[in-house]
């Protein structure tokens, strides 16, 4: 459908009516970054708007036409937040902290491209950023919003707590050097500062290695709603 021009013609008129939009307005497709293109893993890091000006073709062309070479599988990242917005949504009481990140690596297949850094850094950009260098969290809060408050809010009452008969997840880190690295040029690195992690009573890391264990599993919502 992609390959119709009336296809895109109506979608190049709606737009133009709404506007872009990913839960909320997006300025222009230079905001829209390639993040990971298995057809054309050379984009990556690209924005579509400058891909549309280096082929000299309207933008919905050029997005369309990517779409197409890429066989639909392309990923995106999209500038749209403002940074005090996230401030104010952080320190909220209310609000946890998670990730929707997928689980990837600094070699193999899943290294590919330029993910959002989230992938690698939100929970310890969340202990650098908020927490030691912008004080809008205490260490204790910013801890619970990542283990016992985000558990809760999904129903799994046996995790994000340490308690006699919760399941053993426990992560040791430096609180004065725990740092995300990961950036938008340079996704593919690890956060520093965490020495020891423990899934279901397993240690996993232990001085920063990765011991090859693999005891995690996955867990089903215990909340009906």
């Known amino acids: 459908r992609l390959r119709d021009r009336d296809v895109r013609a109506r979608i190049r008129d709606e737009i133009a009516k709404i506007g872009l939009t990913n839960f909320g307005r997006i300025r222009s497709w230079d905001v829209v970054t390639i993040a990971i293109s298995p057809h054309l893993p050379e984009n990556a890091g690209r924005t579509l708007g400058d891909i549309a000006r280096t082929h000299g073709v309207d933008p919905i062309d050029a997005v369309c036409d990517y779409l197409i070479a890429d066989r639909g599988e392309t990923r995106i990242l999209v500038t749209s937040m403002s940074e005090r917005d996230v401030d104010e949504i952080t320190r909220a009481p209310w609000v946890t902290v998670g990730s929707d990140g997928n689980s990837l690596a600094t070699s193999g297949i899943t290294s590919q491209g330029k993910p959002h850094p989230r992938f690698y850094g939100t929970h310890a950009r969340l202990l650098r950023r908020y927490v030691r260098e912008a004080d809008l969290l205490t260490l204790p809060q910013a801890v619970y919003k990542m283990t016992g408050a985000a ?75």
Do not use: C, K, M
């Not at 004065?176 to 240690?203: C, F, K, L, M």
């Not at 232990?206 to 909340?223: E, I, M, Y």
């Open 151 to 225: 558990a809760a809010a999904l129903g799994l009452h046996d995790r994000g707590l340490l308690r006699t008969g919760a399941w053993a997840d426990i992560t040791v880190f430096d609180p004065d050097r725990i740092a995300d690295r990961a950036s938008y040029e340079n996704p593919h690195q690890y956060a520093v500062g965490i020495s020891t992690v423990v899934v279901n009573g397993e240690v996993v890391i232990d001085g920063g290695d990765h011991r090859g264990a693999r005891p995690g599993r996955v867990l089903r919502r215990a909340l009906s709603v």
